[in-house]
């Protein structure tokens, strides 16, 4: 049973890193698409702000990591 916790705890953690690197992939692609794709004239609700990209790139990596 100890044997059985562990392999549990061991991939548990792997799941917590792949998630953590997808969402911080995703929060750099967001960024880097408001950079060189977004909208400069602030009409766009999503790409005008490098926050509100940066964020939304962020949900979509978490959401491919699941």
Not at 1 to 19: A, N, P, Q, T
Not at 33 to 59: D, E, H, M
């Amino acid at each position: 049973m100890k044997c059985l916790e562990s392999i549990k705890i061991y991939f548990e953690g792997k799941k917590v890193l792949r998630i953590a690197i997808f969402s911080v992939g995703g929060a750099i692609a967001g960024f880097l698409y408001y950079k060189f794709v977004g909208c400069r004239s602030g009409t766009c609700p999503i790409t005008s702000n490098p926050y509100i990209s940066t964020f939304w790139g962020a949900l979509i990596g978490f959401l491919f990591s699941i």
